[in-house]
């Protein structure tokens, strides 16, 4: 009884820190102010972990944080619900893109179903990946990730006439799974206007890539864009990976924007500071390069000589140690502490 009893109490609590915050100004926090920059509807997990909310409810919590819009799953919807929230981002000056699911069992019609709803919507850009998981984590042998590789391009040749039909943008996110030749090598060879790129603006540092490089190289086809920061720290399997607040890290974010705003400048940048534990690049382990022996001795050097130079000896603090309401009130100061930054540095 005394376990249900707490139980009931801590969720009445961490709901009442989801709404506190953003009704009455987080406290002690300054009130948000406007920006170009939308956001990824994961740099808002521990907030939805607590209560869900429809994509119109968090256009509007958007919107309430001074965001200019949102990329997230909208899955299938009818048309009004369609209308009525492309309707509302009209009304409040927001756009919309798109996150939809290419892997697994799911068929084309799925796929061209959830592309339907996304435009309906009033989404020109919808986000996606292309691979199962994190290309060091999730594969064991180069064999494996080939054979990967080669599903992946498989279903994009499938889904590439479905996009160029209704004249949708699929945005396939380098997610630590390509390197820059081989993501080039797939774009050329589909040679497509409606399939081009959601540049992360840090993920393919765990790669052992320059990350202002894989600006420049994804610049000619970014469609959209996750911006974050990024600090590492040594460890003895190699460097543990955080995402940070913008103006906090060691990315060059200033050059990396100006970089992808020259190629395109209509190209949509979603905060994607994700709220959890660091991440493991086990660079210094055997697993690490079973997909990548290729990869050139400076390039580890380089990564390594980053994150040396930019870390610190301290260990990261662990998200997961706090209780939810703890976790959504960091949530939401990093949120606001970037968008200060983005409006004072960025141009956003």
């Not at 720290?233 to 906090?248: I, V, W």
């Amino acid at each position: 009884m005394n376990n249900w009893i707490d139980r009931r109490r801590f969720l009445g609590v961490a709901a009442g820190a989801l709404a506190a915050p953003l009704l009455a100004g987080a406290g002690d926090l300054p009130e948000t102010p406007r920006t170009s920059m939308g956001i990824a509807s994961n740099a808002w997990d521990v907030h939805f972990k607590i209560k869900k909310l429809e994509p119109m409810d968090f256009l509007a919590q958007c919107r309430e944080l001074g965001l200019a819009g949102m990329q997230l799953p909208l899955g299938t919807r009818d048309a009004d619900y369609c209308a009525a929230l492309r309707q509302k981002a009209e009304q409040w000056g927001m756009y919309i893109e798109a996150s939809i699911v290419l892997l697994g069992s799911r068929s084309i019609e799925t796929f061209e179903q959830q592309l339907l709803t996304a435009k309906a919507a009033g989404a020109a850009v919808a986000r996606s990946v292309v691979f199962p998981g994190r290309r060091y984590e999730y594969f064991t042998a180069a064999e494996q990730f080939a054979q990967a590789s080669k599903r992946a391009m498989e279903t994009l040749e499938k889904v590439e006439p479905i996009v160029a039909k209704h004249r949708m943008r699929l945005a396939v996110e380098n997610h630590k799974d390509q390197r820059i030749p081989e993501r080039l090598e797939s774009l050329k060879r589909l040679s497509s206007e409606w399939i081009g790129v959601c540049v992360d603006l840090g993920n393919s540092f765990a790669l052992c890539e320059d990350p202002l490089e894989v600006a420049r190289a994804y610049a000619p086809y970014a469609f959209s864009a996750h911006i974050k920061d990024q600090s590492a720290r040594e460890c003895p399997e190699g460097f543990r990976f955080a995402d940070m607040p913008l103006g906090k890290g060691f990315l060059d974010l200033p050059a990396m924007v100006k970089v992808l705003r020259e190629a395109h400048p209509e190209v949509r940048f979603n905060y994607e500071v994700i709220t959890r534990d660091p991440l493991l690049v086990p660079v210094l382990g055997p697993k690490y390069w079973a997909t990548m022996p290729d990869v050139p001795a400076r390039d580890l050097g380089r990564t390594l000589q980053t994150v040396k130079s930019n870390g610190s000896k301290e260990p990261f603090p662990l998200a997961s140690s706090l209780p939810l309401d703890r976790q959504a009130e960091q949530e939401l100061r990093d949120i606001r502490q970037s968008i200060s930054y983005a409006r004072a540095n960025l141009g956003l």
